[in-house]
């Protein structure tokens, strides 16, 4: 009797090993997708609209409080407008996403500041074995272009069965 309490016990524990490795609380695969209009037009026409869940909230602060220096480009928007986006950004960052990538990102990122989503360790490594040349391709041009290969973006969608690399022209 006794060993088949034990028995039981190590596999309720082997179990709830798998639960908690799964995931955290109902932690979703996909990246939430909420819509702001002032942020998909001020901030989508250049490249796309980053969604908020790929960086933590001090990198977008860090990010809105330097728009005068914004990768090479002046920015500058209206007070109200200015703040409507940061506030958007701040509310919808990684640490507010119940999705498994922004969790791997806080991780990945604690003590830094990170502005280079494709920098971030996990998201770095992920990308290892795709080479220069293929981030060069003329519907490509950048690391930074994420839509240009991730299919399924606007679904909130990262994941490796869902790329499609366009083909060198
Ligand atoms: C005038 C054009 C322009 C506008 C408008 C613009 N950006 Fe950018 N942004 C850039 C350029 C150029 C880069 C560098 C892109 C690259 O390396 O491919 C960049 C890069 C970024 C990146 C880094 C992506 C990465 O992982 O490398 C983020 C995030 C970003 N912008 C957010 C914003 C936000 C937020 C706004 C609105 C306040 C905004 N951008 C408006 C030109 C712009
Ligand atoms: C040149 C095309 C390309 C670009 C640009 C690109 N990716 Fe990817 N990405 C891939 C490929 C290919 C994989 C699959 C890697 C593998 O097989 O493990 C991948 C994998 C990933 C994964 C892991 C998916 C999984 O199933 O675990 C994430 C997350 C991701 N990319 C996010 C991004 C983000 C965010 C950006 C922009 C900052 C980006 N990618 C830019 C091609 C690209």
């Not at 796309?48 to 990010?63: E, G, H, I, K, Q």
């Not at 200015?82 to 922004?102: G, K, Q």
Request: aromatic fraction near 10%; charged fraction near 25%.
């Amino acid at each position: 009797m006794n060993k088949y309490f034990l028995f039981m016990g190590i596999v309720l524990f082997g179990l709830s090993g798998c639960f908690s490795f799964g995931g955290y609380k109902g932690e979703k695969e996909n990246l939430p997708v909420t819509i702001n209009q002032a942020y998909v037009k001020e901030c989508g026409s250049c490249h796309w609209d980053y969604n908020p869940a790929l960086l933590p909230t001090r990198s977008w602060v860090a990010m809105m409080d330097g728009l005068e220096k914004h990768f090479g480009e002046l920015i500058t928007l209206e007070p109200k407008l200015h703040r409507e986006i940061r506030d958007y950004l701040m509310l919808n960052s990684a640490e507010h996403a119940n999705a498994e990538l922004s969790r791997k990102i806080i991780n990945d990122t604690q003590g830094t500041t990170p502005t280079r989503i494709i920098e971030i360790n996990y998201i770095k490594r992920r990308h290892h074995h795709v080479d220069e040349q293929t981030f060069k391709r003329k519907k490509i041009r950048s690391r930074a272009n994420c839509t240009a290969c991730h299919q399924s973006y606007k679904e909130g969608v990262f994941e490796e069965d869902d790329v499609k690399i366009p083909p060198a022209s």
